[in-house]
């Protein structure tokens, strides 16, 4: 049995290609790939990737989610490209949720880097597949074949086929096991590492034709609005419905049982107001009276909970990474210096407030979401109604930006729940008041950092304990330890130093807590790279140089890791000459110490490793006479091995910078009694194009190594390289986020 | 009974007065081109045209937009000097934001001719873009503006 196997009839070509259809399909499994396996032994269903129809067109599968990342442009493209196809003549078909395609979570940076290999075998099978269907009706030996893009040559005759002719042929071939398909070199690549890749959906998303999950519909379905309880786990007291039913277009009202922990996925509970439009839903919802009973959690105060952070940072904590002594060190050390980070809870906000289209039939759910993880809407959706979730249908719609928000499908159970009540399709719709207040909150982070400091002004010694309600408590509510988190830039820290020791404090949570673009090394690299600035101005070095030193030669830092950072460290072990390598290629570009910078003008810079990636980046700012902070200038470079579209890239890091902006400069979530304090943009500040950084330069450093993460990475640096600006204008060292919070004038 | 031309064509509305323009657009016209973004004119996903001038759907109730000229991403003629530069630069990530962005610089590009950056900031400052695509933004509109003034 093998991995890949041809299809006659598959869903997503019925009705898109006539007939003569080639069909190449593959089973994924984990590891390894593409093994020869014993059938009996394959649970499985073959899952199809491509299709070709007998007029020439390509139809590929997009199994990731596209949120603005590219991915549903890039993996196609990798197809295409190994299968020698016009891309012009290719369309891409979004997978439905299924275990046939392998995991479809589109986060952790991590589709090129986890499909790559795959989408190439893909598409290379296909064309050794074309190859023999043409060898066989040219009676010629196929290694005297080859291809031009959608048609196969005998260059010795001069014949050539196209990929539509050879389709019904090709179609009747056994499939190639992988050692026998010849793979492009990196020099044959057509679309891989090329400027001329464009994201599939630019005509769509221009002329407004695109379709997000906003825009989803299906027929006679009704509209719901929820009101959420305001403070995790409170229970309806009382309702009083009258007035919202009298609001012209209400229907009616039903209750969600509110969710207990742990919160998972579930709905959160509350009110929703079923109407004929969204905006009847809306008004109807704020005539609701509701009295809430009590939580546990209405003791949530962010100034208290802040001071409890910080006091448990100043306490020994769980070790997670131990190099030397530290301790020793800091007993004969000269010079000791200390400090302290914060940083608070943050909101997604993606411009697509949380939405979901659901309709509950005879048992089975079909649902069209804007989701990062169609296979967590099966598995939520069919928990809630206890039903199996294979019966769960999941289409994918575009995503109006995810960051991690759109990975949990709380909304779509509660349209599920709901559609099963009024027994129609049901949209819910929510505000951006209820996508702000009822988050998966970017948790809030209180850092200790501590080193002892040699006579070269080097550390000798550097302790750093980080504190945070983890994303673990979303899924055990017992969870107070952030162990899974640790390798966002906690326990791998590049610096050559000969004592070095990593903690974790335990923290409670009492708002629920999920990932948010690049997740904790956001805190983490604010408070390592703040620290490393410090450090560097202690000792009146160049920031620069100081680093370079912190980071020591070229080398392979040893890691002592677990699971599947281990396994990460196996394949892309962390180089410190990468690192190196972006930092010399940012301070060039910057013109690092050779600008001339204006008055109240400073450069500050930060180089962070994540989702494998290496990253330096380096923010000029000005600070103005009110203490306002501009940014004229922002140089990024980034290795991020082998890449698809090299323009995406540059957007994802230029977005970065401006994701990075509004952290750094203005967002907040803080709660009072439990409730959250901010609703719109008018309390949620995120960067508008005037505050937003003038100039963006991103330069990629060319690499062969295998592709790495691209639309996280960007974001860690940008802080506190923007911090080590501002104390490098103002001469005032900020230790917490956001910078609006401090008067600098 | 509420009349309105929306792109170019008569069309009646007899529910809601208080209905914003966003919802009648979408809901009942069935033209999603134009998003939701906030409800509260804080982000500009939901800008559309109101006789030639950029409005926000969301805060307009249909009783205002009684006797006037809609114009929607999806009445703007394909394809607009505006929506062109927006593909050459590749202005998009993940596009939610970017109708209400395009129909808040067409309206800029049709009052000035040649924006400088300060002018690009003051029109465009109130449409949001969380995937952060302001650089390019500004760069595709310097270039609509060249491609206008060829034009003329």
Sequence with gaps: MKNIENVSRRRFVQGALASGVFILSARFVATPLWAEEDEKTSPFDPSVWMAIGSDGTVIIVAHRSEMGCGSRTALPLVVADELDADWSKVKIDQAIGDPKYGEQDTDGSHSVRSCFELMRQV???????????????????????????????????????????????????????????????????????????????????????????????????????????????????????????????????????????????????????????????????????????????????????????????????????????????????????????????????????????????????????????????????????????EDVTCHVTLLGG?????SKPDQVAEAAILSKQVGKPVKVVWTREDDIKFDFFHSVAAMYMKAAVGDNGKPTAWLQRTTYPPIGSTFDASARYADDEMGLGWNNLPFDIPNHRAENGPADYHVRIGWLRSVANIYHAFAIH???????????????????????????????????????????????????????????????????????????????????????????????????????NVWTAVDAGTIVSPDNIRNQFEGAAVFGTSLALFSEITATHGVIDQGNFDSYQITRMNRAPRKIDVHIVESDAPPAGVGEPGVPPVAPALYNAVCAATGKRVRELPLAKTKLA | MIRLKLNGKERTFDGDPEMPLLWYLRDVAGLTGTKFGCGMALCGACTVHQNGEAIRSCITPMKEVSGTEITTIEGVPAIHPVQKAWMEIRVPQCG???????????????????????????????????????????????????ELKERA
């Design chain 1, 402 to 406: 995810g960051f991690g928000r759109k």
């Design chain 2, 96 to 146: 939610y934001c970017q109708t209400g962005q395009i129909m808040q610089a067409i309206a800029l590009l049709k009052d000035n001719k040649n924006p400088s950056d300060q002018d690009i900031d003051v029109a465009m400052s109130g449409n949001l873009c969380r995937c952060g695509t302001y650089s390019r933004i500004r760069t595709a509109i310097h270039e609509a503006a060249k």
């Design chain 1, 530 to 632: 703040s620290f490393a600035d410090e450090l560097a101005k202690s000792a009146n070095r160049d920031s620069v140089g100081y680093l370079l030193d912190l980071l020591g030669n070229a080398r392979t830092v040893e890691l002592n890791l677990k699971g599947d950072d281990a396994e990460d460290a196996r394949n892309y072990p962390l180089e410190t000459g990468r690192l190196r390598r972006v930092i010399e290629v940012v301070a060039e570009r910057a013109q690092w110490g050779k600008r001339s910078l204006g008055k109240s003008h400073g450069m500050g810079i930060a180089a962070h490793r994540s989702f494998l990636t290496y990253v330096a980046t380096v923010v000029e700012v000005e600070v103005d006479g009110k203490g306002r902070v501009h940014i004229p």
């Design chain 1, 123 to 389: 598409g290379a099978t296909g064309r050794a597949m074309l190859i023999g269907a043409a060898a066989a009706q040219w009676g010629v030996a196929a290694k005297d074949c080859s291809t031009v893009p959608h048609f196969v040559v005998h260059k010795a005759s001069g014949r050539k086929l196209g990929y539509g002719e050879l389709a019904a042929a090709a179609a009747k071939l056994p499939v190639p096991k992988k050692d026998d398909v010849r793979f492009k070199t990196r020099v044959e690549w057509r679309y891989i590492g090329k400027e001329s890749n464009a994201l599939f959906d630019l005509p769509d998303i221009v002329t407004g034709k695109a379709v997000f999950g906003m825009d989803a519909a299906m027929p006679g379905m009704l509209y719901a609005s929820i009101e959420h309880p305001p403070v995790l786990g409170q229970k309806i007291k009382s309702l009083d419905d009258k007035a919202a039913l009298k609001v012209e277009g209400v229907r009616k009202t039903l209750t969600i049982d509110t969710v207990e922990p742990p919160h998972l996925f579930k709905p959160l509970g509350g009110v929703a107001v079923i109407a004929d439009n969204t905006w009847a839903a809306f008004k109807g919802r704020k005539e609701l009276k509701i009295e809430w009973g009590s939580s546990p959690n209405s003791v949530y105060n962010s100034a208290e909970f802040r001071k409890t952070l910080e006091a448990t940072s100043r306490q020994p904590g769980k070790v997670v990474r131990n190099v030397g002594d530290v301790d020793a060190a800091f007993a004969k050390a000269g010079k000791i210096i200390e400090a302290e980070y914060y940083t608070p809870h943050l909101a997604h906000a993606a411009m697509e407030p949380n939405v979901a289209v659901a309709e509950y039939r005879d048992g089975k759910v079909l649902a069209w979401v804007p989701t990062q993880n169609p296979q967590a809407v099966q598995e939520t959706v069919a928990a809630v109604l206890g039903i199996k979730k």
